[in-house]
C-alpha cells in the first residue's frame, strides 16, 4: 500500500515550499492556464472532477462555484483553515510544506469566480503559520502571481491572512465570516446564503472552500478532470488526506486515493493498532461524527472502502474531515463520550438554545456517570437530550455535539452500564495519544 | 413596509388559506389570524436571527407544475404538499406563494416542549422575587408549552452573578438571561447606541456592556421592556412591586414635543402616605408617536411628582409682607381681586408642561378681564403657526419613510431634545431615507445622517435658503424626495433668527410639493409638551418677549420656572406690580408672588398635550393628589367664576368639550375620540405576553391629529426670510441636555438620575482655547449678554465650531443665556 501525494508534495520534492522550487516543478503553471480561460471554462472543468469539499460536508466545488451570481462587481474567496475538528491536522501540513499550492489554487478559484480578493482564515492558533503563509504570499507577488495584472493577464487579487481567536465554531462557514469581519464568531441566519448577495463576507457573494479542497484545484486544471476522476470511484474523486490519531502505531496523515480500506490505511500505513491491541471502535470524521463499533482486527468492516458512499452505506458513520480517531480495547468508551462533549461544551458558540444548554447539559451528566454516582436513567436521559438536540439547532455542531452520545450509547450500552452503580476511578486509556488527552 | 401596492400571496396556515402581503414574516402573518408561534429571541421591530429555536413549525409548499404552474393534486384532489424534511424557524421566514405552515403537531409540540426544558435547565426559577413574575413570557410559555417537571439534576444547574449594574439605570441578572439577544439587538439596530455585546461563547455567553459609563444609552430601559425574562431590571423599579398588585394607567410624557405614550404602573403605597403611588412608567404603543420606545427620561423622570419642593398649599402675600397659607377660597378671592382692579393690564406666561385645558381656561380669564397677551414659555423657538400651516400632514408615521423618502435636521441637537425622535429618524435612515443633517457643530445625529452640512453660527436659516446654491446635490435630494420631512429647531438663533429658520423651512416644503401630505411637513423641535397647544390655544412667544419688555401690573406665571431659565428674569420680573403663580414648586417667581396657588403634575390629573406633530393626546390621573394642589385649569376657572366669568367646569373633559367648541383646530378631539384605539401592528401586550411586557397595549386612546392648513386645502404663501445673526469675537451657543437640572426632572427625590446628569461646562474649540489659554479641563468664567458670568468647566473637545462656545443650559442652579449672544470666557 503506498500514499499518492497530489497534494503533499514535499513527500516527493524537498523544498516545494519555496517559491523557485514550486515553480522549477510546475507551479503556477496551473494559474497561467485558467488564466488563459474563460472563467466559466474553469469552473465547467472543476465541475466536472467531480471534486467534493474536504471541510467536511463534501460538497461539489464546482457546483459550489457556479452559484456566484457573475453580475456582481465584488466577490471574495475565502480560504477555511479554521482546522479545529478533533483529530484533524491535515491543513496545517500543507500551509506548512506546500503553502503556494493552496495560493494557486485558491487564486484560480477567485479567477473563476472573477473575485477581487482571497482571505485565508486560520485557526487562533496558527501564528506562525500565518506569518510564514504571509512571507509566501510576498513571494508569490514578487514573482507576479498575487496582486494587480496576475501573470500579465489583467486580472487582479490580493491575498489575505487572518487568524481567528481560536474557537471551533469559526470552521463553520457563517460564523467565520463573522469573525472575519471582527465581529462575534457566531453563526448566520441563511439564507441569505455565502455565495448570494447579502450572505457572504461584508455581504458580498463568498465562496468558502477548506484548504485540501483548493489544494486540489491547480493539479485538475493542469491534468484535467479525467484524470482526476481516474483517481478513487466517480463519486468520491481523488485522493484524500486521512489525518489517523489513536491507538496506532505511527499516527499521522496518509494521503491516498480514496476507495483504500480502513484495513489497509490502518493496518499498512499506520502500522497497526497500538501494541498490537484489538481494534474496538473508530472515529472516522472525529468527535463530530457517529462512531463505528469494530469487533477486532478480523471484523469484516475494516475491509470498508474509505470513500463518502462507502462509509455512509456500510459503517452508518460518515467520512467527513477523514479525521480517524483509533480507539483499541482498552478503551472505555464512556470516557470518550465524556472527553468529546467536553469538547463540544467548550466550543457550543452559544447562540442556540439546544446546543447551548444541552451541551451543558450531557457534560455535566456525564461527569456524574463518570464519576459512579449516576443512575441507570441518567444514561436514558442524555440519549434521550441528545436526541432532543438534533435537527433543531442554528447550525452543524448542535448536532455535532448530539452525534458522540447517540451513537456512543448505541453501540457501546456495556461501556455505560459498567459505571452505574459501583463509584469508580475514570478509566483513562493505555495510551497518552489516544483521544488527544 | 406594507403599501396597497404589495403583492399578496397565499398561505395555508393550519388547513386554512389566507391572503397576505408578500414578504410579511411567518410570525406575524400567522398572529395576525390568531395563530400563535411562541417565540423568545424574535420581536417585530428587529432583525430575526433564529437563536431560541421555540418558533419551530412544519413548513412545506404547495407542488406547482413547472410548466403550467397549475397546482399538482395527489389522488384524492388536494394540493400535493412538500413538507421540508426538518422543521422550521418561524421567525426568520417570510410567507410566499403555495406556503403552508402547521403550527402544531406532534414534532412542533415536543420541539417546543424541548425548547423549553433547555432554557430552564440553568434558569434559576425564582419567579416569586423576580420583577418580571406575573407578566413574563418565559413563565406563561412554559405553562403553555412546557413540561411539568424538570428532568436537570438540581446540583448541576449553573450558577452566576445575579445583580450586575451595567450602568447606573439597569441591572442584569446573568441567571435569568435566556440569551435571546432582543437587548443587544435593540440597541445596536434601534437605538443606534451600539453598547451592549455578547461576552464569550457556549453556556457561558453573557450580556456584557462595552460603553463607559456603561449601558451608556438614554434608551437602556426599553430593554427592561423587551426583555422576555427578568434578567434585566430597572434601579428604579426592581424589587418595588409585583406586576398582579399594580393598575395600569394611559399617561403620557411631559417632557419634550415627541408625546410619548406612556403607562403608568400605580398601586397605593406606604411610601407616599397609603395613597397611590407611580411606581414605574413604561412606553404605551403609539406606532406613529413612539411606536413602543421611550427614552429615559420619560421612564424615569417621574420623580418630581412626589418632590420634597413641591408647593403644598395657596398662599397669599399679605401687605408688604411674608407669604401666608390660606384657603383655596381666599387665595382664588385675592387673585381675582388683583385681577378685577388691574384695569386690563394682566398678562400671562404659561410654560411648556400647561395642557390644553390650562391654557385655554388662561387665556379665558384673561380674555374675562380684557387681555390678550398670552406668553410662551420659554421665548425660544418661533414658528409653531408655520407648523399649524405646513406642519406634517396628517396620518404622517416617520416608521413609514424609507427608499426614496428624505429627512432633514436643522439647528437641533435632536437626541438631546427629542429622543424618539432621533430614534425614529435613525430607523428611517436603516429603511433607506436620505437623511441630511444642518448644523453649526457637529450632534449626535450626524452619526446617523448620509449629509451632514456645516453652517456659521446664527446663519441657519440664510443657509438653508442657499441650500441649492452652497450643495446643490443635497439640495437635489431634497426637492425629488417622495416624500420629505423638515425637523427645525432653534439651537444657536435668537426669536427673530429661529422665525427666519422656519420660515425658510416653510417655504422649502412649499416650493418642492412637500406640504398637505401625510409624511411630508414641517415639525419644530419646541421645548417641553404643549409648545403646539399654546399656539392654537393662542399663546406665543412673541407675545412673552412684548410682555418681558412692557410688563403688566399683574402678571399670571403659569407653570413656568422663568427665574430658573432666564439670567434676565430677576430683573423684568421685578417691574411687574403683582405676580399671581400657578406652580408645583416653590420656585423663585413663587417667591416673589403675591398669589401662589400650588398645582397637579401630569401624574395626579387628567389632560391633554398636542405633540409636536400636532396630535392631541390625553393623559390620565394616576397618582393619588399632593397636598391642596389642583390641575392648573381648575384653579384658573375657580378665579374666573371669582370674576362673575360663568361657573366653573367640573371637569377636564369638560374644558376640552369647551376648546372643541371655540377653537376649530380642536374640532374632533372630544375626550372620547382622543380616547380611541384601533388594531396597530405590531400586536404587543396582551394577554399572551407575546412580545413581553403588559403595558404596552395601548387601551388609553392612540389621540387626534389637528389637520395643517395645507390638510385642509389651504393655500400657503411663502414668506420673507429675514436674517438675523448676533455678531461678536465668540459667540456663546445655550444648547439643551436632556438629563439636566430642571425642576421638572431633578427635584430632589430624582437622586437616581444624578449621576447621569453632567456637571455644568462649557466646550470651545481648541483654536479659541489656544487663543484664551484655555487647557481642556480649566475652570473658567463665561458671560454672555447681560447675564450674570457663571463658572464652568471648559471642555476642548472639538464639538465647538471656531469662534463659538457652546453652554448648556439647566446644567446649574444659577440660570445660563436662554438664548445666543456674544460673549466672553476667561479662565479663573
Ligand atoms: C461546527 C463546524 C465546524 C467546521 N469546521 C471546519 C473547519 O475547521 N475547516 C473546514 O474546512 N470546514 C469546517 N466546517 C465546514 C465549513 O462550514 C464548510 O462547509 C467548508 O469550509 C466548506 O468547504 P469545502 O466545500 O471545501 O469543504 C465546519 C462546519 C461546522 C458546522
Ligand atoms: S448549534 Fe451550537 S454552535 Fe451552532 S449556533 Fe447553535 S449554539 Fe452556536
Ligand atoms: S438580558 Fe434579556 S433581552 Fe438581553 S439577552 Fe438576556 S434575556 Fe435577552
Ligand atoms: S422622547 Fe420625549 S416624550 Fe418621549 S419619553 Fe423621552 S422625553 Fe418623553
Ligand atoms: S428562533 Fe424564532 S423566535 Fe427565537
Known amino acids: 500500500m503506498k500514499t499518492m501525494n497530489i497534494i503533499y508534495r514535499e513527500k516527493d520534492i524537498p523544498n516545494i515550499r519555496e517559491y523557485d522550487v514550486y515553480v522549477a516543478n510546475g507551479g503556477y503553471d496551473a494559474l497561467k492556464k485558467a488564466l488563459g480561460q474563460k472563467p466559466t471554462e474553469v469552473i465547467d472543468t472543476v465541475k466536472a472532477s467531480n471534486l467534493r469539499g474536504r471541510g467536511g460536508a463534501g460538497f461539489p466545488t464546482g457546483v459550489k462555484w457556479s452559484f456566484i451570481p457573475q453580475s456582481e462587481p465584488i466577490k471574495y474567496v475565502v480560504v477555511n483553515c479554521d482546522e479545529s475538528e478533533t483529530g484533524t491536522f491535515k491543513d496545517r501540513q500543507i500551509i506548512e510544506n506546500n503553502p503556494h499550492q493552496l495560493i494557486e489554487g485558491a487564486l484560480i478559484a477567485a479567477y473563476a469566480i472573477q473575485a477581487t480578493a482571497v482571505y485565508i482564515y486560520l485557526r487562533g492558533e496558527f501564528w506562525d503559520q500565518a506569518f510564514d503563509l504571509d512571507a509566501r504570499i510576498e513571494e508569490a507577488r514578487k514573482g507576479g502571481m498575487v496582486g494587480k495584472n496576475i501573470a500579465g493577464s489583467g486580472y487582479n487579487c490580493e491575498v489575505y491572512t487572518h487568524v481567528g481567536a481560536g474557537a471551533y465554531i469559526c470552521g463553520e462557514e457563517s460564523a467565520l465570516l463573522e469573525s472575519l469581519e471582527g465581529k462575534l464568531g457566531q453563526p448566520r441566519v441563511r439564507p441569505p446564503f455565502p455565495a448570494n448577495k447579502g450572505g457572504g463576507l461584508y455581504g458580498e ?101 474509505c470513500t463518502y458512499e462507502d462509509i455512509a452505506a456500510k459503517t452508518g458513520s460518515i467520512l467527513g474531515s477523514a479525521s480517524f480517531i483509533v480507539i483499541d480495547e482498552t478503551v472505555d468508551i464512556t470516557w470518550v463520550a465524556s472527553k468529546v462533549t467536553k469538547f463540544f461544551k467548550h466550543e457550543s458558540c452559544g447562540k442556540c438554545t439546544p446546543c447551548r444548554e444541552g451541551t451543558y447539559w450531557l457534560d455535566k451528566t456525564l461527569d456524574r456517570i463518570m464519576r459512579g454516582e449516576a443512575k441507570e436513567s441518567d444514561v436514558d436521559l442524555i440519549a434521550n437530550v441528545a436526541r432532543n438536540m438534533q435537527g433543531v439547532t442554528l447550525c452543524a455542531l448542535g448536532d455535532f455535539a448530539a452525534n458522540p452520545i447517540i451513537h456512543t450509547i448505541k453501540n457501546f450500552p456495556e461501556d455505560f452500564k459498567s459505571h452505574i452503580g459501583a463509584a469508580k476511578t475514570p478509566a483513562a486509556p493505555k495510551t497518552a495519544a489516544a483521544a488527544g488527552d | 413596509m406594507v403599501t396597497a401596492m404589495t403583492k399578496l400571496v397565499k398561505v395555508i396556515i393550519d388547513d386554512r388559506e389566507y391572503d397576505f402581503p408578500a414578504g410579511m414574516n411567518l410570525v406575524d402573518a400567522a398572529k395576525q389570524v390568531d395563530v400563535t408561534i411562541p417565540v423568545f429571541c424574535y420581536h417585530p421591530k428587529m432583525k430575526p436571527v433564529g437563536m431560541c429555536r421555540m418558533c419551530l413549525v412544519e413548513v412545506g409548499n404547495i407542488q406547482k407544475d413547472r410548466a403550467t404552474g397549475e397546482v399538482l393534486l395527489d389522488d384524492s384532489g388536494n394540493p400535493q404538499i412538500r413538507w421540508m424534511p426538518k422543521l422550521q424557524t418561524a421567525c426568520t421566514m417570510n410567507v410566499s406563494d403555495g406556503l403552508v405552515l402547521r403550527s402544531t403537531s406532534k414534532a412542533v409540540d415536543e420541539a417546543r416542549r424541548n425548547v423549553v426544558e433547555f432554557l430552564l435547565t440553568s434558569h434559576p426559577l425564582d419567579c416569586p ?130 408625546g410619548c405614550n406612556t403607562s403608568a404602573s400605580t398601586r397605593l403605597d406606604r411610601d407616599f402616605g397609603g395613597k397611590t403611588m407611580i411606581k414605574r412608567i413604561m412606553a404605551r404603543q403609539n406606532e406613529q408617536v413612539n411606536e413602543i420606545w421611550m427614552c429615559d427620561k420619560g421612564r424615569f423622570g417621574h420623580h418630581f411628582t412626589r418632590s420634597e419642593d413641591r408647593l403644598l398649599q395657596p398662599m397669599v402675600r399679605a401687605a408688604g409682607g411674608s407669604l401666608s397659607r390660606e384657603t383655596w377660597a381666599d387665595a382664588v378671592a385675592a387673585a381675582a381681586k388683583l385681577l378685577g382692579d388691574a384695569n386690563g393690564s394682566v398678562a400671562v406666561i ?29 421665548p425660544t423657538h418661533a414658528g409653531a403657526d408655520l407648523v399649524a400651516k405646513v406642519g406634517v400632514g396628517k396620518g404622517t408615521n416617520l416608521s413609514n419613510l424609507g427608499k426614496g423618502d428624505a429627512v432633514l435636521v436643522i439647528a437641533t441637537d435632536l437626541e438631546e431634545e427629542a429622543p424618539i425622535w432621533r430614534l425614529r429618524v435613525k430607523t428611517a435612515h436603516d429603511r433607506g431615507a436620505y437623511v441630511v443633517v444642518a448644523n453649526a457643530r457637529k ?86 409638551a404643549n409648545a403646539m397647544g ?16 412692557n410688563p403688566p401690573k399683574v402678571l399670571i406665571l403659569a407653570q413656568a420656572d422663568v427665574v430658573a431659565d432666564d439670567p434676565a428674569a430677576a430683573a423684568w420680573l421685578s417691574k411687574v406690580e403683582t405676580v399671581i403663580s400657578l406652580s408645583l414648586f416653590d420656585d423663585e417667581a413663587t417667591r416673589q408672588a403675591k398669589v401662589v396657588l400650588p398645582v397637579q403634575s401630569f401624574a395626579e390629573r387628567d389632560g391633554s398635550y398636542t405633540n409636536g406633530e400636532r396630535r392631541v393626546q390625553r393623559f390620565y390621573t394616576a397618582q393619588g393628589p399632593i397636598g391642596e394642589a389642583i390641575p392648573a385649569w381648575q384653579a384658573v376657572a375657580r378665579i374666573a367664576e371669582k370674576l362673575g366669568q360663568g361657573k366653573a367646569r367640573l371637569s377636564a373633559a369638560q374644558v376640552m368639550n369647551d376648546i372643541v367648541a371655540a377653537i376649530p383646530a380642536f374640532a374632533g378631539c372630544k375626550y372620547s375620540d382622543l380616547a380611541k384605539v384601533e388594531a396597530q401592528f405590531p400586536q404587543v401586550g396582551g394577554d399572551d405576553l407575546y412580545y413581553g411586557g403588559t403595558s404596552y397595549k395601548n387601551t388609553g386612546g392612540l389621540g387626534v391629529q389637528i389637520a395643517s392648513a395645507a390638510d385642509n386645502g389651504e393655500a400657503v404663501a411663502l414668506g420673507d426670510v429675514k436674517a438675523d445673526a448676533v455678531k461678536g469675537d ?99
Not at chain 2, 406665543?540 to 418677549?545: G, V
Request: with cysteine; proline share 6%; net charge negative.
Open chain 1, 205 to 305: 457573494p463568498t465562496v468558502i472552500n477548506n484548504v485540501e479542497t483548493l489544494a486540489n484545484v491547480p493539479w485538475i486544471i493542469t491534468n484535467g478532470p479525467d484524470a482526476f476522476k481516474k483517481i478513487g470511484t466517480e463519486q468520491s474523486a481523488g485522493t484524500k488526506i486521512f489525518c489517523v490519531s489513536g491507538n496506532v502505531e505511527k499516527p499521522a496523515n496518509y494521503e491516498v486515493p480514496m476507495g483504500t480500506t480502513i484495513r489497509e490505511l490502518l493496518f499498512d500505513l499506520a502500522g497497526g493498532i497500538s501494541g498490537g491491541r484489538q481494534i474496538k471502535a473508530l472515529l472516522p470524521s472525529g468527535g463530530s461524527g457517529p462512531i463505528i463499533r469494530i469487533n477486532g482486527n478480523d471484523d469484516p468492516i475494516l475491509d470498508t472502502p
Open chain 2, 129 to 258: 422575587i423576580c420583577d418580571k413574575g406575573g407578566e413574563c413570557p418565559l413563565q406563561n410559555q412554559t405553562m403553555e408549552y412546557g413540561p411539568g417537571e424538570s428532568r436537570m439534576n438540581f446540583e448541576d444547574k449553573k450558577h452566576l452573578d445575579k445583580h450586575v449594574p451595567l450602568g447606573d439605570l439597569i441591572f442584569l441578572d446573568e441567571e435569568r438571561c435566556i440569551q435571546c439577544g432582543r437587548c443587544v439587538r435593540f440597541q445596536a439596530e434601534v437605538a443606534g447606541d451600539d453598547v451592549l455585546a455578547f461576552h464569550e461563547r457556549g453556556r457561558d455567553l453573557q450580556i456584557i456592556t462595552v460603553s463607559d459609563p456603561g449601558f451608556d444609552t438614554y434608551f437602556s430601559g426599553n430593554t427592561t421592556d423587551i426583555c422576555p425574562v427578568g434578567a434585566l431590571t430597572t434601579t428604579d423599579f426592581r424589587f418595588g412591586a409585583r406586576p398582579w398588585e399594580m393598575n395600569s394607567v394611559p399617561t403620557l410624557c411631559n417632557h419634550c414635543p415627541v
Open chain 2, 350 to 378: 404659561a410654560g411648556p408642561s400647561a395642557t390644553n385645558e390650562d391654557l385655554f381656561t388662561l387665556k379665558q380669564l384673561a380674555a374675562g378681564v380684557g387681555s390678550t397677551r398670552l406668553g410662551a414659555w420659554p
Open chain 2, 443 to 528: 450632534t449626535r445625529m450626524d452619526d446617523f445622517a448620509d449629509a451632514v452640512t456645516m453652517y456659521q453660527t446664527g446663519h441657519a436659516a440664510t443657509a438653508f435658503a442657499d441650500l441649492r446654491k452652497q450643495h446643490p446635490e443635497v439640495a437635489e435630494r431634497l426637492i425629488n424626495a417622495n416624500n420629505l420631512v423638515v425637523f427645525a429647531g432653534a439651537e444657536g438663533l435668537t426669536l427673530d433668527g429661529s422665525r427666519a429658520l422656519m420660515q425658510a423651512c416653510a417655504n422649502f416644503l412649499i416650493e418642492t410639493n412637500h406640504v398637505g401630505r401625510a409624511n411630508n411637513g414641517l415639525v419644530g423641535v419646541f421645548p417641553g
Open chain 2, 534 to 549: 399654546q399656539h392654537y390655544l393662542g399663546f406665543s412667544p412673541e407675545a412673552t418677549r412684548d410682555i418681558i419688555a
Open chain 2, 730 to 828: 465668540l459667540i456663546v451657543v445655550p444648547t439643551v441636555r436632556l438629563y439636566n437640572r430642571e425642576r421638572v426632572f431633578q427635584a430632589s427625590e430624582a437622586q437616581l438620575m444624578a449621576a447621569r446628569v453632567a456637571a455644568p461646562y462649557v466646550e470651545i474649540n481648541a483654536e479659541d482655547a489656544a487663543r484664551l489659554a484655555i487647557h481642556d479641563g480649566d475652570m473658567v468664567q463665561v458671560s454672555a449678554g447681560a447675564a450674570q458670568p457663571v463658572k464652568v468647566r471648559a471642555h476642548v473637545n472639538g464639538a465647538a465650531p471656531k469662534g463659538t462656545v457652546l453652554l448648556p443650559r439647566n446644567l446649574q442652579q444659577t440660570a445660563t443665556a436662554l438664548t445666543i449672544a456674544a460673549g466672553t470666557v476667561t479662565k479663573v
